[in-house]
């Protein structure tokens, strides 16, 4: 009996200190959810400046809610597929360069990021082009072939191989370039989180 009663001392010590030790990080996820909550204000711009909005927290907490801001802007800095997108992409990179304040390392990564977003559409309308080109010049050919004359010019996007082959050059592209991100995306979040994590 004596033996039960202390391994169920040992698990009661064992399940306190768990206990304590999960404590703080509930508060850090309350930080967390701050940071996220003001980044998500600044965004749909109810609020103008991240680094005031941050300084005017208690300073024990700026770290954590730091870091909740940063990956809420870093998850809204996404590939331009349309003009909303780009807009709130680029209100997030103001956002994550006023937290990083005058830390050059981040300002060089989210040049980078900036970098890549306009090579992006640049790099998509180019392939676009090109398969555009390709296929409107495969379809004259073939007409030719059949000994046909087309008074209309020939619209590619209208063809089933071109939806096709332009979903596939997409996909590509976007991996390519989501992966090129997603690195600069975790070396900011690596500067905005505490040494100890």
Excluded: W
Excluded at 23 to 31: H, S
Excluded at 128 to 139: M, V
Excluded at 157 to 180: F, V, W
């Amino acid at each position: 009996m004596a033996e039960i009663k202390s391994t169920m001392d040992m698990v009661l010590e064992r399940a306190a200190k768990m206990a304590a030790a999960a404590q703080p990080d509930a508060d850090n996820e309350d930080l967390l959810k701050t940071g996220m909550r003001l980044a998500a204000e600044y965004l749909n711009q109810q609020e103008t400046d991240l680094a005031q909005l941050l300084a005017a927290q208690p300073a024990k907490d700026q770290v954590a809610i730091r870091k909740g801001m940063a990956q809420t802007l870093l998850r809204n800095i996404v590939l331009p597929r349309d003009a909303q997108l780009q807009a709130s992409g680029k209100i997030a990179l103001k956002g994550v360069l006023s937290l990083g304040g005058k830390s050059g390392e981040i300002q060089s990564i989210c040049q980078e990021l900036s970098q890549i977003l306009e090579q992006y559409g640049q790099h998509k309308e180019q392939m676009t082009s090109q398969l555009e080109d390709a296929i409107r010049a495969q379809l004259e050919q073939q007409q030719m072939a059949h000994g046909q004359k087309s008074k209309t010019p020939v619209n590619p996007a209208m063809h089933p191989q071109y939806r096709e082959e332009l979903g596939k050059m997409l996909t590509s592209l976007n991996n390519q370039y989501n992966d090129a991100m997603k690195q600069r995306k975790e070396m900011i979040l690596q500067r905005f989180s505490p040494v100890s994590q």
